[in-house]
């Protein structure tokens, strides 16, 4: 594709332009380039020098100078945060409910501690396993399964 006959004769077209653009002379190849000059971060620690305002020096002037103003924001900022629980409180009733009608939905249904066990014993003598089955479909019993394994 990058040789192409199409290409070769767009570059030739434009070889007067391109040369013109490119940094370099006699159309050598560039390998790299350096933008000389102020960059974002530069800019922005410039403005925010120390003559200037910050959000926590006004917010100490108000506190300071207008206790009603102040104590304004701050009941909005609790009010917020209020809002803020409550509506997590009720994103995580809703799941829990949401939960709560799909285990019901299912019916007898069991989980186990663990889906694997590993048990090893000595020859000519016993070993035992545990594994916990909770049952969460319809009825919350909890019962323990033992297993007990004998190598001889």
């Given amino acids: 594709m990058l040789d192409s006959k199409f290409l070769a004769v767009r570059r030739h077209k434009y070889e007067k332009n391109i040369k013109a653009l490119m940094p370099g002379e006699l159309g050598e190849d560039v390998v790299a380039m350096q933008v000389a000059g102020q960059g974002v971060e530069a800019a922005l620690a410039a403005a925010a020098a120390p003559d200037n305002i910050t959000l926590a020096d006004l917010e100490e002037q108000i506190a300071n100078t207008n206790l009603d103003t102040w104590a304004a924001i ?79």
């Fill in 74 to 152: 701050q009941h909005c900022r609790a009010e917020r945060s209020a809002q803020a629980a409550d509506s997590e409180a009720d994103a995580e009733a809703a799941a829990e409910a949401a939960e709560t009608a799909r285990v019901k939905a299912l019916g007898p249904h069991c989980t186990l501690s663990d889906t694997r066990i590993a048990v090893s014993a000595a020859a000519g003598s016993a070993a035992h396993a545990t594994l916990t089955m909770r049952n969460t479909g319809r009825g919350l019993h909890s019962s323990t399964v033992q297993l007990n394994l004998s190598c001889f």
